[in-house]
């Protein structure tokens, strides 16, 4: 699966992009901004996940 298919997934949890609601593309096009920073701040501002942050030291 590559980035652009994973990004348009993330995009479509926000359902509203789904379907077309607005009259002007602005609209759209203002929500599409907001869901993507929405995305971002979670990616950035979430945990390290897989990689620890200060690594453990093992005293002797």
Partial sequence: MGVH????SWLMR?????RDYERLPEHSEAHITW????MMTRRITRGHGRRAAVP?????
């Fill in 5 to 8: 298919e994973r990004s348009l």
């Fill in 14 to 18: 926000a359902r509203r992009d789904a």
């Fill in 35 to 38: 869901a993507n920073i929405t």
């Fill in 56 to 60: 453990t030291l093992i005293a002797a």
